[in-house]
């Protein structure tokens, strides 16, 4: 099947399928293909987000509310093994989950008894900790198979994968298109030398407590080291790895009296937690230098863990035109027992620089005291599956340090792309948006994710030229109210559901929101993909 190219860019040429130019102060140069008989592509689809503000700028009588995740009655679903397993004290999620050819497949760290009794010494890295596995066939009821690649208690009875030591925090990625098949599966991880002992301690001259390595595999459960470890000369806590605009990010905290002078906010003020970014195109060759991608809201400098601080990121979601992924709300304090975590939200334009569409809001958070998630939250995998979002985390059940509680896996939901949504102010009075500049290429199709409709409550999209002037044909006027709500309500307007005759021809989107009463439409995002 012949696949449509979409290009996101500040300046960039024109590509079969559609291009999204970037806001003003966006930067980035993103490219994506588009299967189009896919009804509800994941991730292979321009979509803008209720919440993108640089990807719908203007805005008139509408705000933005953002929703939490709803958490899975059957929480948590994968648990600790029984007395005697690999995992039996602690699931710490912080992984991630994949559906390939129809299975989910869940990488995760495990902990047993021994590894959560030494956890916080000098040498606890060098063996408390175990990347395991686990496979379902709809992503709620999960198995944990017997691998047989790993001797543990004098057994290959279990789901240990296979790797040359100890992997923290896995971050993988399935490229089914690489053309090497022992590196189909890509995995970043959390690795420790020096003092916490570990897989560093190997690189002679590499002296770093704690920076990622790289793996590769072609099955994902026997792994082995990257040829071209280490990849960094940095202490960077956090493997947030992610592919957009054609290249490869890493995302992590460095913390300033571990790696100076790398770890500094822009005036030179020493940082606690806060997020940078490297880059690569390979994996092999990255940046020298990261990128600062993100704080807190107000953050100031000051001593690491004692005040509101991004902790690490995790489950970047490229979506083509626009990553979504979420950060570990740190709530510092002075004492230890004090500090908890709860799951932030937020996105990039650029794949290096992060924001909030609401400050501090929560996408998830931590349960009630004493529960299996009553201690802090960590880790975070996204997936769309048919009509819903999937958000696995995982939960410890006390203290605010890592160094306490047990842990499990449970998962959040939302309907499909449902995150946050545009509604009036005033339902009295219609509103609109304006959205970046687009280029529809020979055709193009538009999808509405919209709640609320009805015969009054509707919704209606034109198009704009430069001038900010009606396209003739696709108006307001000319388009047919969306009324029914949906999660992909096609837009049409008269004699016509497809966007023609405007290749190379740069054109807003414009929407209306027209309430009744005190109803409003919620209009959660719109897709865009080239039409037949």
């Known amino acids: 099947m012949r696949r449509s190219t979409i290009r996101c860019a500040a300046l960039g040429s024109v590509l079969w399928g559609l291009s999204i130019w970037a806001a003003a102060g966006q930067t980035g140069t993103g490219r994506m293909r588009v299967p189009a008989a896919d009804p509800l592509p994941d991730g292979d689809l321009a979509v803008l987000f209720a919440f993108d503000d640089h990807s719908i700028p203007n805005r008139k009588n509408v705000y933005l509310t953002l929703q939490a995740a709803e958490k899975h009655p059957q929480n948590?679903?994968?648990?600790r093994g029984a007395p005697g397993s690999p995992d039996d004290?602690?699931?710490?999620?912080?992984?991630?989950?994949?559906?390939?050819?129809?299975?989910?497949?869940?990488?995760?760290?495990?902990?047993?008894?021994?590894?959560?009794?030494?956890?916080?010494?000098?040498?606890?890295y060098d063996g408390y900790a175990r990347l395991c596995y686990a496979e379902s066939s709809d992503g709620i009821r999960w198995t944990k198979p017997a691998l047989g690649l790993v001797d543990y208690r004098g057994s290959k009875a279990n789901n240990v994968v296979a790797l040359e030591g100890v992997a923290a925090w896995p971050s993988i990625r399935f490229e089914p298109d690489e053309p090497d098949p022992a590196k189909r599966y890509k995995m970043i991880f959390k690795a420790t030398g020096g003092k916490l002992k570990g897989l560093l301690d190997r690189y002679p001259g590499f002296d770093y407590l704690v920076s990622p390595l790289c793996a590769y595999s072609a099955d994902g459960l026997r792994w082995r080291l990257a040829e071209h470890n280490p990849l960094l000369r940095a202490n960077m806590e956090g493997t947030n790895f992610y592919r957009f605009n054609g290249s490869y990010f890493l995302q992590?905290?460095?913390?300033?009296?571990?790696?100076?002078?790398?770890?500094?906010?822009?005036?030179?003020?020493?940082?606690?937690?806060?997020?940078?970014?490297?880059?690569?195109?390979?994996?092999?060759?990255?940046?020298?230098?990261?990128?600062?991608?993100?704080?807190?809201?107000?953050?100031?400098?000051?001593?690491?863990?004692?005040?509101?601080?991004?902790?690490?990121?995790?489950?970047?979601?490229?979506?083509?035109?626009?990553?979504?992924?979420?950060?570990?709300?740190?709530?510092g304090a002075l004492e230890r027992d004090s500090r908890w975590m709860d799951v932030g939200f937020m996105l990039s334009n650029d794949g290096l620089h992060f924001r909030e569409p609401i400050p501090d809001f929560q996408l998830i958070s931590?349960?009630?005291?004493?529960?299996?998630?009553?201690?802090?939250?960590?880790?975070?995998?996204?997936?769309?599956?048919?009509?819903?979002?999937?958000?696995?985390?995982?939960?410890?059940?006390?203290?605010?340090?890592?160094?306490?509680?047990?842990?499990?896996?449970?998962?959040?939901?939302?309907?499909?792309?449902?995150?946050?949504?545009?509604?009036?102010?005033?339902?009295?009075?219609?509103?609109?948006?304006?959205?970046?500049?687009?280029?529809?290429?020979?055709?193009?199709?538009?999808?509405?994710?919209?709640?609320?409709?009805?015969?009054?409550?509707?919704?209606?999209?034109?198009?704009?030229?430069?001038?900010?002037?009606?396209?003739?044909?696709?108006?307001?006027?000319?388009?047919?109210?969306?009324t029914v709500s949906g999660l992909r309500r096609e837009v049409s307007w008269k004699h016509r559901a497809v966007v023609r005759g405007l290749a190379g021809k740069k054109v807003r989107l414009l929407a209306e929101l027209a309430g009744s009463g005190d109803k409003t439409p919620r209009l959660f995002a719109l897709y865009l993909e080239p039409a037949k």
């Open 366 to 482: 931590r349960g009630a005291k004493g529960s299996w998630e009553g201690g802090s939250l960590w880790g975070v995998s996204f997936l769309n599956v048919d009509d819903q979002t999937f958000v696995y985390y995982s939960g410890l059940d006390g203290g605010g340090s890592t160094a306490l509680g047990r842990g499990d896996i449970g998962l959040a939901t939302l309907p499909r792309d449902r995150f946050g949504y545009l509604s009036l102010k005033n339902a009295r009075e219609p509103g609109q948006f304006e959205s970046c500049m687009l280029d529809p290429g020979r055709s193009a199709r538009i999808f509405a994710n919209v709640d609320g409709l009805d015969s009054q409550t509707t919704v209606r999209i034109g198009l704009l030229d430069e001038r900010f002037q009606p396209v003739p044909g696709y108006t307001l006027a000319d388009c047919v109210p969306l």
């Open 76 to 79: 948590p679903l994968v648990r």
């Open 89 to 124: 004290a602690r699931i710490q999620f912080h992984g991630t989950v994949l559906r390939v050819d129809g299975k989910f497949r869940m990488w995760y760290l495990a902990m047993d008894e021994e590894g959560l009794r030494n956890y916080g010494s000098s040498t606890a």
């Open 252 to 331: 992590g905290h460095i913390p300033a009296q571990h790696s100076p002078p790398v770890g500094m906010l822009l005036h030179g003020e020493p940082t606690g937690r806060v997020l940078f970014t490297y880059q690569s195109p390979d994996l092999v060759h990255w940046s020298v230098a990261p990128a600062l991608s993100f704080m807190r809201h107000g953050y100031r400098s000051a001593p690491q863990a004692t005040v509101e601080e991004a902790h690490t990121a995790c489950g970047a979601w490229s979506r083509g035109n626009v990553v979504l992924s979420v950060y570990l709300q740190w709530h």
